[in-house]
């Protein structure tokens, strides 16, 4: 999530960057414009360092230099033997993951005393720099036979119009409890199709729904626009039928809670504090709620909609980029229309299979005291249990000796929204937007 995070400042310095902003023109404009670009155009390094930095112990600077050099050298190699191949973001992702992996394998290691200075965090540059070459020749010789694979696959889901949206859009929430979203993601907003436009004189070529959006493709945006109608319509209108449907008596703490993580959605387009509301208590929601998102995308589609963000499909991206859309004004009456859908058909799910997602207070006289950070760490195992401290966005990720015996009751009394345990050895925690702050405090107090 670390590169991700950039993306919102350089979308905003593109769109300032067009020069239709009055007071934002000529000379300003142009510096704007030149900075978004420098960022979009550099995606590649940005996800090497950042995932590289996200990766490793302790996010160690080390890591990112090594994701950088590893880059370099990486793209050198594979274009001396094909100067024709394009990897996008994938070179980054694969030398980020890389990087990242190699700093944790020998960040600590031990050279012979006359190479000591070579030891250490400083060795991580210099054997991913050499892993690099390894990567490279590899791509320069195979990754034609990858790229031909994923332009059949784009192509195929292309193809498939307002019913490829559909697949794309459900998939993207069926996905969210591991995560793995964002390697669909990393496909659709960064890797389908391809436009071309000049730049400083020179043919560039923009991948991907999002890069060629802010690039000026006018066919791009397409599989983000349907993105609006939930985020900003959608599920604000589901946490308005669970308050409905939520007891009388528990009715002031649910709409204290669902105001919240509602008007979040709308505004920045994060619904993770949502979802993983009634994610476990109401899977059949959440499954409506993945079909709703998919048929949003198809709609949006068939609408001839393209709208694009930098970071989530908020409010604040749909003002930012809306002179940049195709037909943006009617994401909001389809947006009221499914707010409707989601309503009417969220109450009677509710109520047909009588979910309760807010629950009697249970009486608790067992809350861990101290710290905030000392009552995770309790209810981590203890600090023997806890290997590696880590959060993205809405989750805090952990690495454990053993996951199996940790109540996720104890979680849920500090606020957890949901727990996830992927396997023996790890496991997240869903707390919203303050799940970095709270794997910071985790991280001093061990």
Request: charged share 15%; with cysteine; proline share 4%.
């Amino acid at each position: 999530m670390t590169p991700i995070a950039v993306l919102p400042i350089a979308a905003i310095l593109l769109r300032f960057g067009f020069g239709d902003i009055p007071y934002i023109n000529g000379d300003i404009a142009n510096i704007m414009k030149v900075s978004g670009e420098a960022i979009f155009s550099n995606l590649d390094m940005l996800f090497a360092v950042g995932i590289a930095y996200g990766l490793a112990k302790n996010n160690d600077g080390a890591a990112a230099l090594a994701g950088a050099v590893g880059l370099l050298i990486a793209k050198a190699v594979y274009l001396q033997i094909d100067p024709n191949l394009n990897m996008g973001v994938f070179i980054g992702i694969i030398i980020g993951v890389l990087a990242g992996g190699l700093y944790n394998r020998f960040h600590t290691i031990k050279p012979p005393e006359f190479l000591g200075f070579f030891g250490g965090k400083r060795f991580v540059p210099i054997v991913t720099a050499l892993s690099a070459i390894a990567v490279g020749i590899s791509a320069g010789y195979f990754w034609h036979y990858a790229q031909s694979g994923i332009d059949t696959f784009s192509h195929a889901i292309i193809s498939l119009d307002e019913i490829g949206s559909f697949i794309y859009g459900t998939l993207n929430r069926l996905l969210i409890p591991l995560g793995l979203h964002h390697i669909l993601n990393s496909v659709f907003l960064f890797q389908v199709g391809d436009y071309e436009y000049i730049k400083d004189g020179a043919t560039v070529v923009a991948n991907g729904d999002l890069h060629r959006f802010f690039a000026g493709d006018p066919t791009a945006g397409v599989y983000m626009a349907g993105f609006y109608v939930t985020m900003m319509f959608g599920l604000p209108a589901m946490a308005l039928a669970i308050y409905a449907t939520s007891p009388k008596e528990q009715r002031k703490k649910a709409g204290a809670i669902l105001a919240g993580v509602a008007f979040t959605s709308f505004l920045t387009g994060i619904t993770e504090p949502l979802e993983f509301l009634f994610l476990f208590t109401a899977p059949v929601l959440f499954l409506l709620h993945a079909i709703l998102t998919g048929l949003a995308l198809a709609s949006a589609h068939f609408l001839d909609i393209h709208h694009g963000y930098g970071f989530s499909a908020g409010f604040i991206d749909y003002i930012i980029n809306y002179k940049l859309a195709t037909n943006p004004l009617l994401i909001l009456p389809l947006g009221l229309v499914f707010g409707f859908i989601y309503f009417i058909l969220s109450y009677y799910v509710i109520k047909i299979f009588k979910y309760t997602i807010f629950a009697e207070p249970k009486e608790d006289n067992e809350i861990q005291k101290g710290s905030e950070a000392l009552a995770f760490i309790e209810a981590l195992g203890g600090k023997d249990n806890i290997i590696s401290t880590d959060a993205c966005i809405t989750r805090l990720r952990m690495e454990v000796k053993n996951s199996k015996n940790l109540d996720d009751e104890a979680f849920k009394k500090l606020g957890a929204k949901g727990v996830i345990k992927p396997n023996s050895t790890t496991i997240q925690v869903v707390l919203g937007t303050k799940a970095e702050s709270v794997a910071e405090m985790i991280k001093g107090a061990l």
